[in-house]
């Protein structure tokens, strides 16, 4: 293919994954404001709704386990667009299910579909900065971010106004790095789902705020980190990825703090708009830093890394429930708070995200 052409089908390929990133927020985001009426319409305890986003985490970490694998097998482009149908149709199964056991199916299978895409539209994401010979991972997430602020903002207005319906084995990678990395974006992520799942519960049941503003703690943790991330890449490029993670990691650290310290719903929506801001570029960079690992292919290194960073959501709602069960959600915060704080302190692991062109054609 000579590089005029191929330069066009790789600036296609990166406007086809900024659409899969903006889906994906899309069904992520949506997901946020259906969980207070998903508490109180199943009639369970925070740590039993805890114990049913465990399953979401459950579906995603084994589809992520998977897809390395099938990726190789079948092809980016099959595996997407078949987790993509299923995401489709999860977030309806799950607003459908009329109780606890057909609800943790649904969490599982919404779950599986929302990890497997993932994987799936993050390798794609670093094979087209490497034809493109520039980083395209944050405004990528931006995307992301924004169909998450799509989702987060209307859903909880459509939910409040027209009901809740409307809306193979295989072998380990023996780089350690790459595990390092995977843990940095555990506990990245765990501070991010701890905001998408649990912050409008903060809001509407600690801090009095109503369920359209509740809605909007996530949607503005969203729309701050999708602004922040179509700025992502520039700043990364003139900056390094490293400089970068340690500058995003202390602001998402001081906003977390706040946000667990604050009186009242507003001011919390701010915190976690700031916290957003930045953790904006943390994912991102830690993606790109696991998807060019030396010694392996960009979807084993992506598996891995998503597969642990998903772990997060895996391990903490369950635990997050029952800490709120018997305390209350401010405390969380401020430990999800330390956590960016070990992030911080690991930034200089994630080197590899310096980005190089790759100097080989485009096949």
Sequence with gaps: MNAPNAMQTAIRGRWAVAAIFLANGFLTGSWAPQIPV???????????LGLLILLFGAGAVTAMTWCGHLISKHGSRTVLRWFGLCGSLGLLIVALAPDV????????????????????????????????GRAIMSSSHGFWSLGGFAGGALGGFAIQTYGHLAHHKFALPANPLVY?????????????????????????????????????????????????????????????????????????????????????????????????????????????????????????????????????????PSAIGFVAEHSSFGPIFIAMSALLIVVLLMAGLAHRAEFAPDAAPAE
């Design 38 to 48: 998903f508490l109180t319409r199943l009639d369970i305890s925070k740590f039993t």
């Design 180 to 316: 390092l990395i995977g843990l940095m974006a555990l506990l990245t992520m765990i501070s991010e789902g701890a905001v998408l799942d649990w912050a409008a519960l903060y809001l509407r049941q600690e801090l009095g705020a109503d369920l359209a503003v509740a809605g909007l703690a996530y949607a503005a943790f969203s729309g701050v980190m999708a602004i922040m991330r179509f700025f992502g890449d520039g700043v990364r490029n003139r900056f390094g990825a490293v400089m970068t993670l340690r500058g995003s990691a202390i602001v998402a650290a001081a906003g977390m703090l706040i946000a667990g310290l604050s009186p009242s719903p507003w001011l919390a929506i701010s915190a976690f708009a700031l916290c957003g801001f930045g953790i904006a570029n943390m994912v991102p960079i830690i993606f790109s830093a696991g998807g060019n690992q030396e010694g392996m292919s960009s979807g084993t290194g992506m598996s891995v890394v998503t597969t642990m960073g998903y772990s997060g959501i895996l391990v903490a």
């Design 101 to 132: 056991p057909l609800a943790a199916v649904a969490m599982f299978i919404f779950g599986g579909s929302i990890g497997g895409m993932d994987v799936a539209m993050n390798a794609n994401a670093v094979v087209v900065e490497r034809r493109l």
